[in-house]
């Protein structure tokens, strides 16, 4: 079984930034990509950024120049560095990570989510 724990998330005001944190904890795997996704009340999930095993990254347009996802693999923990905070970020983030066990069997996981808040 591999849990994810966040951490990072908080209330700030417009133009400022926050670090979410998450790490995966078990053992017996091997993370693949590892990414963020949020949801804000009434809209569905969508994707914020993923960054591969190799360190290969992706963003949603509306993050893009704003927002750094990196992971150390080592610890097991994938972060996203959100700069130039707006209202609209304002959501539930989610951490998502995809791998493999060493038995073969593929496997996506999902945190429990992290309240971020924007404030004007």
């Known amino acids: 079984q591999v849990q994810l724990v966040e951490s990072g998330g908080g209330l700030v005001q417009a133009g400022g930034s926050l670090r979410l944190s998450c790490t995966a904890s078990g053992s017996g795997f091997r993370l693949n990509s590892m990414g963020w996704y949020r949801q804000a009340p009434g809209k569905e999930r969508e994707f914020v950024a993923r960054i591969t095993i190799i360190g290969s990254t992706t963003y949603a347009d509306s993050v893009k120049g704003r927002f750094t996802i990196s992971r150390d693999n080592a610890k097991n923990t994938v972060y996203l560095q959100m700069n130039s905070l707006k209202p609209e970020d304002t959501a539930v983030y989610y951490c998502?990570?995809?791998?493999?066990?060493?038995?073969?069997?593929?496997?996506?996981?999902w945190g429990q989510g992290t309240q971020v808040t924007v404030s004007l």
């Open positions: 998502n990570v995809e791998g493999m066990r060493w038995g073969g069997a593929n496997f996506v996981s």
